[in-house]
C-alpha cells in the first residue's frame, strides 16, 4: 500500500494553487468534470494534491482530530536552495528547525490559513 493523494479544501483556491505550482512545482493537470471547483495537481505524471474549493471561511483547525500538514521531501542541496529562493522571492514566511539526531532539516510553511506544508531533506 502507499499514499495516493491529499485533498485540500480552501477558500483560496487561487492562492494554494499559485503556491504549489510555482513554489513546490506541481503542475496542474486533467480532473474530472466535478460540479465544483478544484485542481489536480501533478508530480511526476501523477495527480498527488487535490484542491477543492470552499465557499466557507470557517477554520478546521479547531476539530479534535485533524491531519496538521502535507510533508515534501527535497533530494538534493541544489533543490533545496531552489526552494529557499523561491520563498525568499515571493516572500512566504517560513519556520526552519532540524530533525534531533537525523540531522534533516525542515521548513514550515502556510500558503494561507489553515494550510501547512513541510519540506524536508537530509541534503546538507
Request: aromatic residues 10%.
Amino acid at each position: 500500500m502507499k499514499i495516493d493523494h491529499a485533498t485540500i479544501v480552501t477558500p483560496q483556491l487561487e492562492a494554494v494553487r499559485v503556491f504549489f505550482c510555482d513554489i513546490a512545482g506541481l503542475t496542474v493537470g486533467e480532473r474530472p468534470p466535478f460540479g465544483f471547483e478544484g485542481y489536480w495537481l501533478y508530480h511526476d505524471g501523477k495527480a498527488v494534491i487535490h484542491l477543492i474549493k470552499t465557499n466557507s471561511e470557517r477554520s478546521l483547525t479547531k476539530s479534535p482530530t485533524r491531519i496538521d500538514h502535507i510533508a515534501f521531501r527535497v533530494d538534493s542541496a541544489a533543490d533545496w536552495n531552489k526552494l529557499l529562493a523561491k520563498l525568499q522571492a515571493a516572500t512566504y514566511e517560513y519556520e526552519s528547525s532540524e530533525v534531533p539526531i537525523s540531522g534533516e532539516r525542515q521548513l514550515f510553511v502556510v500558503p494561507t490559513p489553515g494550510v501547512m506544508i513541510e519540506f524536508v531533506t537530509a541534503a546538507a
